[in-house]
T-cell receptor
Framework: KAGVTQTPRYLIKTRGQQVTLSCSPI?????VSWYQQTPGQGLQFLFE???????NKGNFPGRFSGRQFSNSRSEMNVSTLELGDSALYLC????????????FGPGTRLTVL | AQTVTQSQPEMSVQEAETVTLSCTYD???????LFWYKQPPSRQMILVIR??????QNATENRFSVNFQKAAKSFSLKISDSQLGDAAMYFC?????????????FGAGTRLTVKP
């Protein structure tokens, strides 16, 4: 099976712009989670989608949003980018909502100038 | 809220030796899962080992084993016969078995250096 894929791998944006990141889960996996990884804050949970519904949300401002499509692919969007949004954004998929380990993608490195 | 603590920001081990990475967590739940993930430099995060809280037996995967102490809420990772490829950031993670608010909680990570 192909692993979790994320596009693009690298992205440079300027403050105030918006960005959309994409994640394709492992075939058959219906749960997709998003994390922000920074040196200072570590891995922080953004949100989780299951069967096109947001099931759980972390403590991030409303500028961070996401969605999941019927084929389980997911996108996350960040509007009005701030310098502090520079991070590695990781997507992870799992077969179900609870208990299962999550399989991570390579991440999208976002730099905000 | 569940929290995961890794008290060792950095660890170092000689090749072929054994090293133990520490992890403690805080929860009031009885049913949950614990994980150790490895993130090599500029590479993908991969699962090293998984432990179900209801199982008393410690999980083992080849050179990797855990010491799960449920009462003490401790979940350490032992790496035997360390190899250069083991050098990475290691993250301990907790996930509740009870949905729906069961996002995975990660510790701050331990950077492991393997010396030849």
């Amino acid at each position: 099976k192909a692993g979790v894929t994320q596009t693009p791998r690298y992205l440079i944006k300027t403050r105030g712009q918006q960005v959309t990141l994409s994640c394709s889960p492992i075939s058959g996996h219906r749960s997709v989670s998003w994390y922000q990884q920074t040196p200072g804050q570590g891995l922080q949970f953004l949100f989780e989608y299951f069967s096109e519904t947001q099931r759980n949300k972390g403590n991030f401002p409303g500028r961070f949003s996401g969605r999941q499509f019927s084929n389980s692919r997911s996108e996350m969007n960040v509007s009005t980018l701030e310098l502090g949004d520079s991070a590695l954004y990781l997507c992870a998929s799992s077969p179900a909502l609870s208990g299962n380990e999550q399989f991570f993608g390579p991440g999208t490195r976002l730099t905000v100038l | 809220a569940q929290t995961v603590t890794q008290s060792q920001p950095e660890m170092s081990v000689q090749e072929a030796e054994t090293v133990t990475l520490s992890c403690t967590y805080d929860t009031s739940e009885s049913d949950y899962y614990l994980f150790w993930y490895k993130q090599p430099p500029s590479r993908q995060m991969i699962l090293v080992i998984r432990q179900e809280a209801y199982k008393q037996q410690n999980a083992t995967e080849n050179r990797f084993s855990v010491n799960f102490q449920k009462a003490a809420k401790s979940f350490s990772l032992k790496i035997s016969d360390s190899q250069l490829g083991d050098a990475a950031m290691y993250f301990c993670a907790y996930r509740s078995a009870q949905g729906p608010l069961n996002d995975m909680r990660f510790g701050a990570g331990t950077r492991l250096t393997v010396k030849p």
